[in-house]
């Protein structure tokens, strides 16, 4: 594989369920800082935003209404970037209704998580009959999903799902590495599981904590796209703390280093083969 053919797509993930401003004041918690973040990083280099919403409490929550302002507001200001909304486990009640009540909205991308694993302090629990109904939505609503695995399994059960007919290939992974509780992140790791992936597939890394830099690099050979932002590590290096302009410059800096080019929204729109 020429790994510097194919431009690569870097996603920002920039809020997720867990930061705080008490773990780091530069959370974004309100549709306002999120879109703040989201413009300021696409003028960076960042093509996907992965987007959580948080209520006014600060807690995670998948109300549709914080989601159409965020998309809303995206929209009024003219930013093309890819929306990827989370359908994830921690958004509150376990239902598909409930978390796949923003999937009737003006967005292009969802996550969707083929399996269970363990978080830190809690399950992230997703049985058969959720990840079919949270798919058959999205696809009803011409949003593709992206499958986040947290562990080998979770592609297994992606193909699975290919053969029942649920999820359309080609697909597009994020293989999360290093969740307490799921696959470590390792190179041995992530090349077993990029080699693991259905024929014809698309895939994005996420690093976690201090994973990110050397997953991210190596997703950046291996001809992947990478995944940044403060869902996924609210230091910098050890001691700084990050924003998420400051995560998606460094990405910036390595593919450059790397010689690999960046995508702008609509090269990613190509590559991810979105309508």
């Not at 995944?227 to 450059?256: C, F, H, Q, S, W």
Request: with cysteine.
């Amino acid at each position: 594989m020429n790994y510097r053919k194919e431009k690569l797509i870097i996603t920002v993930a920039l809020t997720g369920n867990v930061p705080t401003k008490e773990m780091n004041p530069h959370t974004p918690i309100t549709v306002e800082e999120i879109v703040d973040d989201i413009i300021k990083c696409k003028e960076i280099g960042a093509s996907v935003a992965h987007i959580h919403v948080r209520d006014k409490e600060g807690n995670p929550t998948c109300d549709r209404e914080l989601y159409k302002e965020v998309l809303d507001e995206l929209e009024k200001r003219s930013c093309d970037i890819i929306t990827q909304l989370s359908t994830g486990a921690r958004g509150g009640g376990n239902t598909s209704e409930w978390r796949g009540q923003m999937l009737d909205l003006n967005t292009e991308m969802a996550s969707l998580s083929t399996g269970s694993s363990n978080f830190a302090t809690q399950v992230n629990a997703n049985s058969f009959e959720l990840i079919e109904e949270l798919a058959n939505k999205m696809y009803s609503n011409n949003i593709k999903p992206e499958i986040e695995a947290f562990d080998l399994g979770m592609i297994d059960n992606a193909k699975y799902l290919i053969k029942k007919g649920v999820l359309k290939p080609p697909l597009q992974f994020n293989l999360v590495m290093n969740v307490r509780g799921s696959v470590s992140g390792t190179p041995r790791n992530l090349l077993h599981m990029v080699e693991s992936l259905p024929e014809g597939s698309t895939f994005t890394v996420s690093g976690i904590g201090p994973s990110q830099v050397p997953m991210l690099t190596m997703s950046i050979l291996l001809g992947g796209h990478t995944r940044t932002g403060l869902e996924d590590t609210i230091l910098y290096d050890k001691g700084i703390l990050a924003t998420n302009p400051m995560l998606v410059e460094r990405v910036v800096r390595i593919a450059k280093e790397l010689g690999r080019e960046v995508a702008i929204p609509n090269e990613a729109r190509m590559i991810l083969g979105l309508k």
